[in-house]
């Protein structure tokens, strides 16, 4: 099982010491929650800094959990309630019911209550009130110290302990501090007593939490009013900076207010443009300021482009330690390691240039401004999308709806890229040429906006006229996630209409893969509702057994795996024994492996039964294609604050994707044989294009 904080831990180099122990630099003694699985060593731990003496209990799955009194007295040890499949109610690492386990319990991250984020300042902030240690010895070391602590009969909780027992017990604690960390809480992680306290960070990660930051030596002066904010809201004060159309160095930290305007950043012979994200339709009081940084030149006639994206509260850095930065911009030799720092504060941008080697430079000049052309853009895509669709986005006639799925058969019973199976039916390999620009999306689950607005960015319905790009979706645009519109079907019924339509007018860029969700069988049941049933009965209902019959046959016909000469992608996961490529065309008949790629997930501490490194390796091999050539599935999203992982288990290449959430979709984009994240803020497309008028 993949350590999912390996590679992410970085030692915090501010401390303090207290009591022989080394603490972060700024933490207040009174903040400190020691958590780990049993035999961490947290008692001896709140001995020695003469913390409270008794144990505390927290349910991590109760709303509120954060105001209990267990965390009124710090430090202090606590053992933490986790949610488990199967079970409503909170769980330890040492319940009878989790130890006796025939399988181990899948671990429902999600229903880990996360306290509400809090900026008044006559208001608790319970994201900062608290700052947890995780205790996370070598599994061996604890082993042996709780073997040797249960022979003295004090333990019975030890009893018929096994080494992989201690390593699941880990694996978990580990999961649940990497999900805290991304929640924006407060936590860090110790090996041992005597070893430094490590933060979770990845290389460009420049979010340094205050607590693991040296003191600053700042002193507020009292005698103007910065002074004053400075000392009441427990900041510095940064000078405001005013883009103007003559070209400006920016030698300190200063801040560019959010005005709707958009300016470019030099840096050497490198240029970057920061636009501020306006989404269409968006609502002024549940508008996010985010910036998107692109390129000198966005999406035009000949090219996709990819971008980033600054969202409110989010800090990057810029420069070369940025993997992700370097291949979106391929920055020149110009720019250092780390050159400068951007800061999202509530729609303004805090710049700090970091490297005086070569100046960082801000002019706002109109003539290179990219509003105009991504409005006219957009507007010209979602005039594209009527044109194919028609004048409403709504479910299609039942006669047009089955001639429409009938053409979409037609074509996917003869595709050029696909190699007949055995039995004449097409293979269940897709494999594209390359000169194509490739976008792989994810699960969309009947978000119908999020299809419209992957359609309507960047340029790609003219690239896909232009047969210019091709875009592959990795099944399960179908049903709805949402609890309280699990049994909806008309959304994904829509859903499909749209990809039909789109499907016959793209018949050689636009392609779909099987996901475990494009099925009617019963056995297809998420949280208790037979989502492929009831998808069933309402074509019935709507179009008719000859309609649904076609469905199926769409189902059958459907490829599994697609490959290019540089990457490849399926719905779920790769098989976990070698496989060779007519195997892959003949997929159909072999419904074990079939259901691995449709259905398998990542190896987890609660999901042993799932793939790891080697079955990712062994894939590529299987398809000839390069080591560590990017593989993306969807299936699985890790947490739910994110739509796509690189690197995705500490697998180098392996990403995962998820285009289905509220916020709005995302997808990868290939550029150089690397996979691209693009991320889009959700449009309320139906409704804006059913209302438009010409």
């Not at 999600?110 to 902030?125: G, H, L």
């Not at 940064?238 to 207010?257: A, H, M, N």
Request: proline share 6%.
């Amino acid at each position: 099982m993949n350590d999912p904080l390996k590679k992410n831990l970085v030692p915090i180099e501010d401390l303090q010491d207290i009591r022989g122990v080394k603490l972060p630099a700024r933490l207040s003694f009174v903040q400190l929650v020691v958590t780990g699985p049993p035999g961490a060593g947290k008692t001896y731990y709140i001995n020695k800094v003469h913390g409270w003496p008794n144990e505390g209990y927290v349910d991590l799955t109760r709303k509120g959990w954060w105001k209990d009194q267990t965390l009124t007295y710090r430090p202090r040890e606590v053992h933490l309630g986790f949610p488990f499949k199967g079970f409503s109610e909170a769980l330890t690492v040492f319940d009878k019911e989790w130890l006796e386990a025939e399988e181990p319990l899948f671990l429902e991250l999600e229903r880990i209550q996360i306290p509400p984020v809090s900026n008044n300042m006559f208001q608790t902030n319970w994201r900062t009130r608290y700052i947890f240690e995780f205790l996370l010895p070598d599994p061996e070391v604890i082993f042996k110290r709780r073997m040797e602590r249960h022979k003295e009969g004090y333990f019975p909780v030890d009893k018929n302990l096994t080494i992989g027992m201690v390593r699941r017990q880990l694996d978990i604690y580990r999961e649940v501090a990497l999900y805290m960390h991304m929640a924006q809480m407060q936590v860090y992680v110790r090996e041992e007593i005597g070893k430094p306290p490590m933060r979770i960070a990845g290389k460009a990660d420049v979010n340094v939490p205050k607590w693991a930051r040296a003191e600053s030596e700042h002193k507020p002066n009292l005698s103007t009013l910065s002074g004053w904010k400075s000392l009441m809201l427990r900041r510095e004060a940064i000078e405001w900076f005013t883009v103007t159309d003559q070209l400006q160095e920016l030698k300190s930290e200063c801040r560019i207010p959010h005005d709707g305007k958009t300016f470019e950043m030099i840096i050497g012979d490198q240029r970057l443009v920061f636009h501020p994200e306006i989404p269409i339709g968006a609502k002024k009081k549940n508008l996010k300021k985010n910036w998107l940084i692109f390129p000198s030149k966005v999406s035009s006639a000949n090219t996709i482009r990819g971008f980033a994206r600054i969202k409110v509260g989010e800090r990057v850095l810029i420069g070369k330690d940025n993997q992700q930065y370097v291949e979106i911009f391929n920055f020149s030799k110009s720019v250092g390691r780390r050159h400068l720092t951007v800061t999202n504060v509530k729609g303004d941008l805090i710049i700090n240039p970091l490297d005086d080697k070569t100046a960082v430079q801000v002019v706002r000049n109109e003539d290179q401004d990219i509003r105009e052309r991504i409005s006219t853009n957009r507007y010209n895509s979602i005039l594209g999308i009527r044109e194919i669709y028609g004048e409403s986005i709504t479910m299609l006639p039942r006669d047009e709806a089955l001639t429409t799925i009938r053409e979409v058969n037609a074509i996917l019973s003869n595709e050029p890229c696909r190699k007949k199976a055995e039995s004449g039916e097409p293979g269940a390999l897709l494999e594209l040429p390359d000169e194509q620009r490739l976008l792989i999306a994810g699960d969309l689950h009947a978000q119908v906006d999020n299809f419209l607005v992957i359609l309507s960015e960047n340029c790609l319905l003219a690239h896909l006229d232009a047969n210019r790009a091709s875009l592959v979706i990795l099944g399960d645009a179908v049903h709805p996630e949402d609890p309280k519109e699990m049994e909806n079907m008309d959304s994904s019924i829509l859903m499909m209409d749209l990809i039909f339509t789109m499907k016959a007018h793209f018949p050689e860029n636009f392609f779909y893969l099987r996901g475990n969700h494009d099925t009617f069988d019963n056995s297809l049941c998420k949280t208790g509702v037979s989502q492929g049933v009831l998808m069933r009965k309402r074509l019935l209902e709507l179009r008719g057994e000859e309609y649904v019959e076609e469905m199926q046959k769409f189902y059958d016909l459907l490829p599994m795996v697609m490959k290019t000469s540089s990457c490849a992608a399926c719905h779920a996961a790769p098989p976990r024994k070698s496989i060779s490529r007519k195997k892959l065309i003949n997929l159909r008949k072999y419904p074990k492996i079939c259901h691995e790629i449709l259905s398998n997930r990542l190896m987890r501490s609660h999901y042993l039964a799932g793939y790891e490194k080697r079955d990712v390796k062994q894939f590529r091999k299987s398809l000839k294609l390069p080591k560590r050539a990017p593989f993306v599935v969807g299936h699985t999203p890790l947490d739910p604050f994110n739509s796509f992982w690189k690197n995705a288990g500490n697998i180098k290449g392996h990403h995962i994707i998820y285009s289905g959430r509220k916020e709005g979709p995302s997808l990868f984009i290939q550029i150089k044989k690397k996979m691209i994240p693009l991320s889009y803020p959700a449009e309320p497309l139906t409704k804006i294009i059913n209302e438009m008028k010409f």
